[in-house]
C-alpha cells in the first residue's frame, strides 16, 4: 500500500507546486505590468484549459493564460448549454444574504398577504426608481423593505430624511414616487439613512433602483413588473 501511496503523492504535491508556480507568475506579471491588478482577490482554473478566472474588487471577473502575457475582459459563453458562465459567476459573487439585510434601516410596504420578500435601495429624485415604483404597483402579495440611499445629491439627502421622519413613512414615499406630491419638512433620528449609504458602499451598489431577492440575488435597474414576478415567483 505504501508503494501505492508515494506516487500518489508525489504526484499531487507536484501538481500543487505548478499550480502554485503558475498563480505567481499570473499575480507576479500583471502586477508588474498593470498596477491596477496588484491586488488580485482569487485566482482559479476556467473550463477553457490554459484559461485561469482573474477576481479583483469582490466580483469583477477577468481572464488570462498561465503565465499572465494575455488578459481578456469580456463573457465566457458555454455554447453546449446556452449559459453565460460569467454573468452567473458574478451573480453569485454579488450575493447578499437577504436575512443578513438590517431591516430597522428599512420602512415596508406591504401588498396583499405580504408572504414574498422583496428589499429595494431606491434614491427619491432617481427618475428610474419612479418608473420603477409605479410598475410595482402592480405586484400583489409582496413585503417590500424599502432602504432610502441618496446618493444623487444633498437633495436626495434632504427628501430621504424627510421621508424617514413623517409620520406615515409609506404613504410619503409613494406620494412623492407615484404621486409627485413632495414629502413635507420633517426632523428625527435619521442616522438609518447614512448607515443605508454605508451599507451599499459595503455590497457596491452603484446605481438605484437596486432589487435585492430572498435568495441573494440582487437585480440592478428599473426592471418590469413581470421580471419582479418571475425573481419572487
Known amino acids: 500500500m505504501k508503494r501505492l501511496l508515494s506516487p500518489l503523492i508525489a504526484g499531487a ?3 500543487a507546486g505548478t499550480a502554485w508556480s503558475q498563480e ?5 506579471n500583471l502586477g508588474e505590468r498593470i498596477p491596477q491588478l496588484q491586488q488580485i482577490d482569487e485566482i482559479s482554473k476556467s ?3 490554459g484559461l485561469y478566472e482573474i477576481r479583483v474588487n469582490g466580483n469583477e471577473i477577468y481572464y488570462t493564460d498561465a503565465e499572465g502575457n494575455y488578459l481578456v475582459q469580456g463573457n465566457l459563453i458555454d455554447t453546449r448549454q446556452k449559459r453565460n458562465l460569467t454573468e452567473e459567476r458574478v451573480e453569485k459573487l454579488s450575493a447578499i444574504a437577504f436575512d443578513s439585510l438590517p ?3 428599512a420602512f415596508t410596504i406591504v ?3 405580504g408572504k414574498r420578500k422583496l428589499a429595494v435601495f431606491e434614491d427619491p429624485n432617481c427618475g428610474y426608481c419612479k418608473r420603477f415604483e409605479k410598475d ?3 405586484v400583489n402579495n409582496v413585503t417590500v423593505y424599502m432602504f432610502l440611499y441618496p446618493i444623487l445629491g444633498p437633495d436626495s439627502t434632504a427628501k430621504s430624511k424627510n421621508i424617514w421622519c413623517a409620520k406615515d413613512k409609506t404613504k410619503a414615499w409613494q406620494d412623492w414616487m407615484v404621486r409627485d406630491v413632495t414629502p413635507a419638512a420633517a426632523s428625527c433620528d435619521s442616522s438609518a439613512i447614512a448607515r443605508n449609504v454605508e451599507l451599499g458602499r459595503k455590497f457596491k451598489i452603484t446605481g438605484t433602483p437596486t432589487l435585492v431577492f430572498a435568495d441573494g440575488s440582487r ?3 428599473a426592471v418590469g413588473a413581470d421580471q419582479v414576478e418571475k425573481r419572487l415567483n
Do not use: E
Request: aromatic fraction near 4%.
Open 13 to 15: 504535491l507536484l501538481l
Open 24 to 28: 505567481a507568475a499570473i499575480r507576479k
Open 47 to 49: 473550463p477553457i484549459s
Open 103 to 105: 431591516f430597522k434601516d
Open 111 to 113: 401588498r396583499g398577504n
Open 136 to 138: 410595482l404597483q402592480k
Open 219 to 221: 437585480v440592478p435597474g
